[in-house]
RNA sequence: GCGGGGGUUGCCGAGCCAGGUUAAAGGUACCAGACUUAAGAUCUGGUUCCGUAGGGAUUCGGGGGUUCAAAUCCCCUCCCCCGCACCA
């Protein structure tokens, strides 16, 4: 009869059962408390082995914290806000059709009719779709969520919740409005992100800005945009590209030529009104005065330059720039060239610069711009301004100044072009957009800035060097835009046609886990300002409220209390510098500060099969077949033990099989071993006072959130003992030592593989739930056995080390152990002075003392050894088949030392 | 560039903070063997080099230093990954 021995679907699903029948995750309050917390998923679609990393190990602590006696709270919401769902609902309803099949392939993963998809044109069935799934995903995972505190961002209650958290930053000031530069389309009339451009998430576009710089033509003047308007003093000359497009414009009064080109951007960066189109052939015999010393200078035709690329002019500073020195060769226009900058009192000879880069004319472009970027850094690093108003700067810390003054003096402003020219995937041309009184949430206030430092001094982080990037990341954040103009989410309070921002509004939502049971029984309409003021201020007049309400809002008051605040957030780091950040600076404003955070840990990434996971290399694998495949508890155990908590996890499948064989061992080991009969053999107990000292060390890995740690040693070490005792001593006898701590085995692993840990404990005899037992702590009156194993493994190790240079099959093994004097040598020589001991000794003991002093640490811990040895001969002799002989000739003992017998082979 | 993290024995990956007990955990792969009709699974031994006695030599990106002793501490250098925002 072929019998599974680990089915682990029906375990899974009966222990699932029982911890929902019994609720055993939704915790009241009492005792000391524990409230974790997980960022909520956003669900438009099928979660895969990606996301449940961080929610495998926010599940470890929090079944560990609970096994340690506290009260825990992990909660689980949905975030639904932003663009994505609005997104992909749009595309379905458009015919689009690689969304389609994505999301009929998600409908066909959960067993539902795939022609459902067109109900996905409408957003909030996306969301409601997705977000039921994932519970039901996070429930087969294991985690021991307390769902009866979901809600969505989507959902009025939290919208009120919202509305309230940001009047309540209004008031506090900590809110304003001002122009903002965004990548922008044109054509779709929207700010994009990285997700809405082609290859934006490979090769990222951000904006840049440069200097528009005025030269004055008559009444006219030519804006020319430059990203190093420090070199102003050296112009020599304007380029214009002879083969584009020129136009002319109004901004404010003032009569501006531009690229054709740039006019259609900057259009969308300050207020400008096309003129006419220009010839610019005209302007090739006049000269442009430059706007620092009113200097002529000509205006030169230059092919390089592109009319794409900021305005489309370019000030020629040919004594620094590859470019303009080149392009001037190029047309054999002479001109005087004018050095601005200096390094170590001389400077970049730029003819010398060409010659190296190897540059013959304006094609070889690859090599311009490397030259370029070669000067620009030295210059920008090393450089010292020798002429003009800021002479005797270094570049790197006049550049901010001299834009600043430039824009003063009314002779420039500024010009924001993309870092590279991209795309929309809709194919439109990412341009840069101004803003206009744009909300923001002004995080540059030094004041809390400074409230968030302390904050972050006495807070737990882990790992430790996330003190340093929360303090790096403070100070450089600066007002975020906290409203779009599309997106799901909460209407901005202060202006229609605003929504929040989807990371904005999830900052202290953490804290609705505490209340929402109340808010749900409360009448919806009385939920307001002072509601929230009064829970969690408790500084806010009820009385006009009903009854039901204030009754409930007193509950919820208490469990905010309670609960909050939260004593762990996990997440992955790539939220460490907006989220996480976030979530600090809003607890501070908002919250008086025993509520702040307690701690905040961070963990790695999954990658697949050795890559980075994408739909085009088909690594992606989806929860719910990994869980169908291999089952929850391999799953997790696999997360836990492939690498630590924050570092990345590399999805292996074929070592995941492999995975897969140890549990199984794991589980028919512990199966078999309660029903062997008779009591452990004392010559065993060694492997009892391991698994002791695994559990006890366990617990201090756990505590560091050094999972991978614990599960190494408590799996995969335990296993290999229990494999070498059953190679020394056979079945029955190893298992009749594995049933001495097998249901302790059991809990102690539970946090990692908890439908497994609860079989097995309730295999044993275990009343009530594994997952809600203290975690095991023991006594360990077997330390004897350990060391005296120790002495015996190590002969066995010498035995192989022997066989194996002298290639033989011996049949007899002398042992010999060391003579008293050298034992009385040791004792000695720990008290006594070792240059009189060796005075005393005779040439023998010299060369013994020798050995000890080179070997300070001798370790031994068995003093009777030939006691040892008698009580394993029969295994050993067994064991590496040969007859054992314990020998007093002085001749074997020779080269014993204590610890280490001398050993004879015949 | 700034900030963070890395480069370890075939591969993945511990160790490094608290230097010696480390040829260096664990996993995986590979080789040989046992079992088996066979394969798989399982188990045993091995996998830097030399060695017919438990030993020795060399090794932890590269170079230098401190020390009786360095993968571990210090300095220099090369290379890789991540974040630098409006994106969830």
């Known amino acids: 009869m072929i019998r599974l021995p680990y089915d682990f679907n029906s375990i899974e699903e009966k222990w699932l059962r029982k911890w929902a029948e019994n609720k055993i995750f939704e915790p009241k309050p009492s005792g000391k408390k524990f409230l974790l917390t997980v960022p909520w998923p956003y669900c438009n679609g099928a979660l895969h082995i990606g996301h449940g990393r961080t929610y495998t190990i926010g599940d470890i602590v929090a079944r560990y914290k609970r096994m340690k006696g506290l009260n825990v709270l992990y909660p689980m919401g949905f975030h639904i806000s932003g663009t994505p769902i609005l997104a992909f609902s749009k595309k379905i309803e458009n015919g689009d059709q690689a969304t389609i099949s994505l999301y009929r392939s998600y409908l066909e993963l959960y067993g539902d009719d795939p022609s459902k998809v067109s109900e996905f044109s409408v957003p909030s069935n996306i969301a409601a779709y997705f977000s039921e799934r994932i519970i039901n995903d996070f429930m087969n995972m294991g985690f021991s969520i307390d769902w009866t505190r979901k809600f969505t961002s989507g959902e009025p209650i939290y919208n009120k919740f919202v509305e309230w958290q940001f009047r309540t930053l209004q008031k506090m000031k900590l809110i304003k409005r001002g122009d903002y530069p965004l990548l922008y389309s044109a054509e779709e009339g929207n700010p994009v992100g990285e997700d809405d451009i082609l290859e934006g998430d490979t090769d990222k576009v951000s904006i840049v800005q440069y200097t528009g710089v005025f030269f004055y033509v008559g009444k006219d003047i030519l804006l020319a945009s430059t990203l190093r308007p420090e070199t102003l003093d050296g112009v020599t000359n304007i380029f214009l590209n002879p083969e584009a497009h020129y136009c002319r414009v109004n901004i404010k009064g003032q009569s501006f030529i531009v690229s054709k080109r740039s006019y259609e951007k900057l259009k969308y960066q300050r207020d400008a009104e096309f003129v006419e189109d220009v010839d610019v052939s005209d302007y090739f015999h006049k000269k442009a005065k430059e706007p620092l010393y009113s200097r002529e200078i000509p205006i030169l035709p230059a092919k390089f330059v592109d009319p794409d690329i900021g305005t489309g002019i370019d000030y020629s500073v040919p004594a620094h720039s590859i470019w303009d020195h080149v392009a001037l060769l190029d047309i054999g226009e002479k001109v005087d060239y004018i050095r601005v900058i200096e390094l170590e009192g001389k400077g970049v000879d730029i003819e010398e610069i060409r010659k190296k880069f190897g540059i013959t004319g304006l094609d070889d472009r690859e090599k311009l711009s490397e030259a370029t970027k070669y000067v620009y850094e030295q210059e920008y690093y090393h450089g010292k301004i020798i002429k003009?108003?800021?002479?005797?700067?270094?570049?790197?810390?006049?550049?901010?100044?001299?834009?600043?003054?430039?824009?003063?003096?009314?002779?420039?402003?500024?010009?924001?072009?993309?870092?590279?020219?991209?795309?929309?995937?809709?194919?439109?041309?990412?341009?840069?957009?101004?803003?206009?009184?744009?909300?923001?949430?002004?995080?540059?206030?030094?004041?809390?800035?400074?409230?968030?430092?302390?904050?972050?001094?006495?807070?737990?982080?882990?790992?430790?060097?996330?003190?340093?990037?929360?303090?790096?990341?403070?100070?450089?954040?600066?007002?975020?835009?906290?409203?779009?103009?599309?997106?799901?989410?909460?209407?901005?309070?202060?202006?229609?046609?605003?929504?929040?921002?989807?990371?904005?509004?999830?900052?202290?939502?953490?804290?609705?886990?505490?209340?929402?049971?109340?808010?749900?029984?409360?009448?919806?309409?009385?939920?307001?300002?002072?509601?929230?003021?009064?829970?969690?201020?408790?500084?806010?007049?009820?009385?006009?409220?009903?009854?039901?309400?204030?009754?409930?809002?007193?509950?919820?008051?208490?469990?905010?209390?309670?609960?909050?605040?939260?004593?762990?957030?996990?997440?992955?780091?790539?939220?460490?510098?907006?989220?996480?950040?976030?979530?600090?600076?809003?607890?501070?404003?908002?919250?008086?500060?025993?509520?702040?955070?307690?701690?905040?840990?961070?963990?790695?990434?999954?990658?697949?099969?050795?890559?980075?996971?994408?739909?085009?290399?088909?690594?992606?694998?989806?929860?719910?077949?990994?869980?169908?495949?291999?089952?929850?508890?391999?799953?997790?155990?696999?997360?836990?033990?492939n690498a630590d908590v924050w570092y990345d996890v590399d999805w292996r499948t074929s070592e995941v099989e492999n995975y897969l064989k140890k549990l199984e061992r794991f589980y028919s080991l512990l199966e078999e071993a309660r029903s062997v009969e008779g009591e452990p053999d004392e010559r065993d107990l060694w492997l009892v006072s391991r698994m002791i000292d695994r559990i006890l060390k366990s617990s201090a890995s756990y505590d560091a959130m050094k999972i991978r740690d614990a599960t190494i040693d408590l799996f995969f070490n335990a296993l290999n003992d229990i494999r070498e005792l059953e190679n020394f001593a056979g079945k029955v006898r190893t298992l009749r030592a594995v049933r001495k701590f097998a249901k302790e085995w059991a809990l102690s692993l539970s946090p990692v593989m908890p439908f497994v840990s609860e079989e097995i404990y309730s295999m044993y005899g275990g009343k009530g739930f594994a997952s809600l037992q203290p975690y095991p702590v023991m006594e360990n009156p077997y330390k004897k056995h350990e060391e005296e194993w120790n002495f015996v493994e190590s002969l066995v190790e010498d035995f192989r080390s022997i066989t194996k240079v002298s290639n033989m099959k011996p049949r007899r093994l002398t042992i010999s152990t060391a003579e008293e004097w050298k034992w009385k040598l040791l004792e000695e020589s720990k008290t006594r002075d070792i240059r009189s001991l060796m005075k005393a000794a005779d040439p023998e003991q010299r060369e013994y003392l020798a050995k000890l002093v080179k070997r300070r640490d001798f370790p031994y811990h068995v003093r009777d050894e030939d006691a040892v040895i008698k009580k394993y001969a029969d295994d050993l002799s067994r064991y590496l088949n040969v007859e054992i002989i314990l020998s007093k000739e002085p001749e074997h003992a020779k080269k014993s030392v204590p610890g280490r017998p001398a050993i004879i082979l015949e």
């Open 388 to 641: 003009g108003k800021f002479s005797g700067y270094n570049v790197k810390d006049a550049k901010d100044k001299i834009i600043g003054d430039m824009i003063e003096m009314g002779i420039a402003f500024p010009v924001y072009e993309t870092s590279r020219k991209a795309e929309t995937r809709e194919g439109n041309p990412v341009i840069v957009a101004v803003i206009k009184n744009q909300w923001f949430i002004d995080y540059s206030i030094e004041e809390w800035k400074e409230k968030v430092r302390d904050l972050v001094e006495t807070m737990e982080l882990r790992p430790d060097n996330l003190k340093n990037q929360f303090l790096q990341t403070v100070d450089w954040i600066r007002e975020r835009p906290c409203a779009r103009r599309r997106g799901l989410g909460t209407e901005l309070p202060m202006e229609k046609g605003w929504v929040i921002e989807s990371l904005s509004d999830s900052t202290i939502y953490t804290v609705v886990y505490t209340i929402i049971p109340f808010l749900r029984r409360m009448k919806f309409e009385e939920i307001d300002d002072d509601l929230f003021d009064y829970i969690f201020f408790g500084n806010a007049d009820l009385s006009g409220k009903s009854d039901v309400t204030k009754r409930e809002a007193e509950g919820a008051r208490r469990e905010f209390l309670y609960w909050y605040p939260v004593d762990l957030r996990h997440t992955s780091y790539p939220h460490i510098s907006n989220h996480l950040t976030f979530y600090l600076f809003n607890h501070v404003a908002i919250f008086p500060r025993n509520e702040w955070p307690v701690g905040i840990s961070t963990g790695g990434m999954v990658i697949s099969e050795g890559q980075k996971m994408s739909k085009s290399k088909g690594n992606v694998y989806p929860l719910l077949t990994i869980k169908r495949k291999y089952g929850a508890d391999l799953f997790r155990m696999y997360l836990a033990s």
